[in-house]
Structures are given as structure tokens and as C-alpha cells.
């Protein structure tokens, strides 16, 4: 078997969601990658993503991580870094209406090791409720030395509107 992608899971976002939760992280493979489409929110509010372990989300203060953020009228790019912080930071102000969507291409590396630290890269754009375009790249470790099995999104505040989640799994040639 070649290397490629392949499709582990797909999760639909109703309106209504408080939170996602998305396992299936185990060592089949070595890198996850993770495709957040369309994701609206009912009412502006900040994305917030956490390590699983057993499909339960880790609140501890590991999570260490920094972007670079730029925006569609200014020429300025913003960094931004975090050390023990509780969560990782996917984006800021998402909008509430229907032309705010959120995509992020999520990799996640040394998840299925206890060994390692568990790794993320973040590639993300969308309309914040300013009515202005963002992206943001980052990255950052999640210093819990575990074997994870997933991730836990959810929002400063309000509910999940709409969107799609798809997980996949790296093959190796």
C-alpha cells in the first residue's frame, strides 16, 4: 500500500454542539491530520482545542504554543506565544454569521506515545466577526506524556452552528 491519507472518521456539527469530541487516535499511525470545514458558531466566540485520553479531555496548564496571525487590512503580521497554558488556541473572535465560516488543517504527531510529547501545526482561515479575513499558523506540545487518543474542541462561549470534522490517518509508503 502507497502512501496517502486515509479516512478515519467524519463528524457532522449540528447546531447546538457545546462540544466535540473526536477519538480514534491509536498507533496504526505516527502523524493524524484533521480538516475543520465550514465550522460557525451561534454567537462570536474564541476556538479551544484539548488532548483526549480515554476520550477525556485534559484541562492540566501543559499546553505550550505561539502563532503568527495576520488580517486582511493590515500589513502587519501578529506573534503570539503561550507557556503552560490549559488549551490550545485555534482562533479568536470567530464570527456568528453565516458568511464566518472557520478551516483549520490540523497535523497531530506523537499521539499514540507515551515517550514523546504530543505535537500539533495549525493552518487556519476565516472571517472574524470584525468582517475581517484572518490567518493564523501555528503550533505548539501538549507536555502530558501520555498516550492520547483524541482531541476536545469547543468555544469561549455559546454553542457549535454548523460544520464538518474529518480525521485522518497518515500511511507510510
Known sequence: MGAGLNKI????????????????????????????????????????????QSGVADDSAIYDYSYNQAFDNSSTITDTGFQGNTVFYLGQNLGSNVTHPFNCSLYLFNFSTDSEYSLITQYATFVNNADRNVSMIGGGQYKGNSIDDGVYFYLSSGNFDAGQINLYGLRKS
Not at 454542539?17 to 505516527?30: A, R, V
Request: hydrophobic share 35%; charged share 10%.
Open 9 to 52: 472518521s467524519s463528524y457532522d456539527i449540528t447546531s447546538g454542539d457545546s462540544s466535540i469530541t473526536i477519538t480514534g487516535l491509536t498507533s496504526q499511525y505516527e502523524v493524524y491530520f484533521m480538516q475543520l470545514n465550514n465550522i460557525k458558531a451561534v454567537s462570536n466566540a474564541n476556538l479551544y482545542m484539548r488532548v483526549t
